[in-house]
């Protein structure tokens, strides 16, 4: 078990760009999530997969963002046309279907400033 | 709409201080409430997950009560270190079933600083 991990940890962009960030989830958990957190604030949920299946998105995910997580594992969360206040921190966690709700683990987060 | 609230803010305490963090939530319909600590710049820690039917957790020298009744979590720290400042933050699952099964919702976090 070697963690929810996260790539790349920073990423800065001009606003315009289109930036895709990877998740890899603990080995074995089937749920994903991808919550965003600005400065000062808690983090906001974003999306959520079971499996492949992306079964929610809030609406703070714009059309502009588009995530997927192709054959059950990894995920990718792309943002297209980057604005600056898209500037934040985007994290992942992952959890495992036990019978019932079991305790979330998170990445360290990738860093996003768009200028 | 679930809010969660934390206060206070943020905290100052002297090295070996026992302190309460509060965590308050709107809709009593929860699954679980989970107490995490994030170090600047970094991601999340999970300290303690109480699930609706306990009423405590304890890990080390933390203890996390939940009274769901009334939509308030306390985390108490014992003999405060340094190491111990970061921010705090409370997170609740609510138990909505379908597809919102299993998303947190976070409070706005206690930035808390321990010192010598």
């Known amino acids: 078990d070697t963690g929810v991990s996260q790539d790349p940890r920073h990423k800065i962009t001009k606003r315009g760009q289109n930036v895709t960030f990877r998740c890899d989830p603990i080995?074995?958990?089937?749920?994903l999530y991808w919550y965003r957190q600005t400065l000062g604030q808690g983090p906001e949920f974003l999306t959520y997969f079971q499996n492949e299946a992306q079964l929610e998105k809030s609406r703070l995910l714009s059309d502009r963002f588009s995530a997927e997580r192709p054959k059950g594992s990894f995920s990718t969360l792309e943002i297209q046309r980057t604005e600056q206040g898209d500037s934040a921190m985007y994290l992942c966690?992952?959890?495992?279907?036990?019978?019932?709700?079991?305790?979330?683990?998170f990445g360290p987060g990738t860093r996003l400033t768009v200028t | 709409k679930q809010e969660v609230t934390q206060i206070p803010a943020a905290l100052s305490v002297p090295e070996g201080e026992n302190l309460v963090l509060n965590c308050s939530f709107t809709?009593?319909?929860?699954?679980?409430l989970q107490w995490f600590r994030q170090d600047p710049g970094k991601g999340l820690t999970s300290l303690l997950l109480?699930?609706?039917?306990?009423r405590e957790q304890t890990s080390g020298r933390l203890n996390a009560s939940l009274d769901k009744s009334s939509g308030r979590s306390t985390l108490y720290i014992a003999a405060s270190q340094p190491g111990d400042s970061a921010t705090y933050l409370c997170a609740v699952t609510p138990r909505g079933g379908g597809t919102s099964y299993g998303k947190l919702t976070f409070g706005q976090g206690t930035i808390l600083t321990v010192h010598p």
């Open positions: 109480i699930q609706s039917s306990q």
């Open positions: 809709d009593s319909a929860i699954y679980n």
């Open positions: 966690a992952s959890s495992r279907l036990a019978g019932g709700l079991s305790e979330q683990y």
């Open positions: 080995s074995e958990h089937n749920r």
